[in-house]
């Protein structure tokens, strides 16, 4: 970890807020407390505001590839089997048609891809019989515009899935954000 008295930012996100909890003072970098963010172990992804690429995606601001996801039984079943699947969440965009037809997002080139935006839709299609879904691809280039840091008490802490849910665990808008 990097000790600093205070964060210092050269250049601060749009999207920056800061909370208490207790005696700690955390402020979250690259993120609004209603974004939904993903954080993965791989150095290369680390935490992403998924809401922010999303919206990017939408109005055309980054560079992307449109792909088709089909679903191959063994390949699906065995990347949703690593995932924890919250059956409430998959409940919710089976009735929420908007949320079922977003598409998903990828990192990577094929055939080395990870899924960073969509398990639950991808299980909710996959369970409804659907032959795929709708995805975009996106360079680990890229997703470092939309990385998301994490101070507490000035120390930014590494960006790790197990050091952010123990973090953050009573911040509900964080930790319902932090995919699986």
Do not use: C
Request: aromatic content about 10%; overall charge positive; charged content about 25%.
């Amino acid at each position: 970890m990097t000790r600093v008295s205070k964060p210092v930012l050269l250049y601060a996100p749009q999207a920056t807020y800061a909370f208490s909890w207790g005696v700690n003072s955390i402020v979250v970098v690259g993120a609004d407390k209603s974004d939904v963010v993903f954080t993965h172990e791989d150095p290369k992804i680390q935490t992403v505001n998924v809401t922010k690429l999303h919206e990017a995606i939408a109005n055309g601001a980054i560079h992307y590839k449109k792909l088709m996801a089909v679903f191959d039984n063994d390949n699906v079943v065995e990347m949703l089997k690593l995932r924890d699947i919250d059956p409430e969440r998959v409940k919710y965009i089976l009735s929420n048609r908007e949320l079922y037809d977003s598409p998903a997002i990828f990192v990577g080139r094929l055939p080395d891809l990870t899924l960073i935006d969509g398990t639950h839709r991808m299980y909710a299609r996959f369970h409804n019989g659907e032959d795929g879904m709708r995805s975009y691809v996106v360079t680990y280039q890229t997703l470092q515009r939309f990385k998301v840091n994490f101070w507490v008490n000035g120390v930014l802490i590494k960006d790790t899935r197990e050091t952010i849910l123990k973090t953050f665990e009573h911040n509900t808008a964080v930790k319902e954000g932090i995919s699986k």
